[in-house]
């Protein structure tokens, strides 16, 4: 038997969400701004494969299949 990992999404974790991206958004335009377009669209993609990683962490299998 697999374990079960259970989360509770309460307001106060959605705002914590919505900061976080909105801090991530201002570095990214901040070294699109003072770098290079190049860095801020590698560090874009870098979030976006760190995320789509820690989804499928938390995303259970089916071993059925």
Known sequence: MFPTVHFALTGRSLLVLLALVSGALLVLAGVWVF????YAIGGGL???LLVRGAIALITPSNPQQ
């Open 46 to 48: 870098g979030l976006i």
């Open 35 to 38: 770098l290079s377009p190049g």
